[in-house]
């Protein structure tokens, strides 16, 4: 009867960690969609001090006052002069854009696109924050291994957005039926201390749902003489 009930318990943890990749997408979006909302915002206060690159401020105020109305078309005409530039409004109009061809249903190639071109624009965080999000548009579309070496210089770099990349190939690792592996990295992840309160959560949450590695086989026992002993 314990045989019985633990092959139950052990078949609702496989349940619930198929559905955690589900769970778990929404929000490492919104987490790294805050990070560039307050990225965004302070490239903008940067940049608009400059009296030189005041067009570019006047286009770019158009371009969010567009965006939050819902003029997606309009958001998109703005931002692509913008993106097309150099500095900071190029970089942060690219984020915006995939954005906008995500809302316009565009497919998930034209999307990273976007990101793509900020992450070849800049080496630091704007352009490491369009690496994880294009990897996170593509992680349904690609293999594992192939994710692993979109990220790979995240996770060399460590710091969230390297957390973040490796929350997302445990992710992905379980999606796949990898469930060492995806313990594995969520494990590691544990380990982060200066990871966001909110990825521990997930984390926990993850480690808890996942099914319970299998015991090792016992060796066999050594079989028994069946002959007597010469004098």
């Known amino acids: 009867m314990t045989d019985v009930f633990e092959e139950v318990e052990e078949s609702l943890r496989q349940e619930k960690a198929a559905k955690l990749w589900k769970r778990t997408s929404p929000f490492l979006f919104g987490g790294v969609a805050l990070i560039i909302g ?3 915002v302070f ?3 940067k940049f608009s001090r400059n009296q030189t690159i005041e067009a570019s401020a006047k286009t770019f105020m158009t371009a ?5 109305s819902g003029d997606l078309a309009a958001a998109r005409e703005a931002l692509n002069g913008l993106a097309e530039g150099k500095g900071g409004y190029a970089l942060v109009s690219g984020h915006l854009l995939a954005e906008v061809e995500g809302r316009l249903g565009g497919d998930p190639k034209a999307v990273a696109a976007h990101l793509d071109a900020v992450d070849e624009k800049d080496d630091g965080l704007l352009g490491d924050l369009a690496r994880l999000k294009s990897a996170y548009v593509q992680a349904d579309a690609v293999d594992l291994p192939t994710l692993e070496t979109m990220v790979a210089p995240l996770l060399e770099g460590g710091g969230n957005t390297g957390a973040l990349a490796r929350e997302l190939i445990a992710a992905k690792a379980l999606s796949t039926g990898d469930v060492e592996r995806a313990r594995k990295e969520y494990q590691a992840l544990t380990l982060e201390l200066d990871a966001p309160q909110e990825m521990k959560r997930r984390v926990q949450q993850a480690l808890v749902v996942l099914p319970q590695p299998e015991a090792a086989a016992e060796p066999a026992a ?3 003489a069946t002959g007597q002993a010469k004098p």
């Open 64 to 68: 969010t006052n567009s965006l939050q």
């Open 38 to 40: 307050a990225v965004a």
């Open 222 to 224: 050594a079989p028994e």
């Open 43 to 45: 490239e903008y206060v």
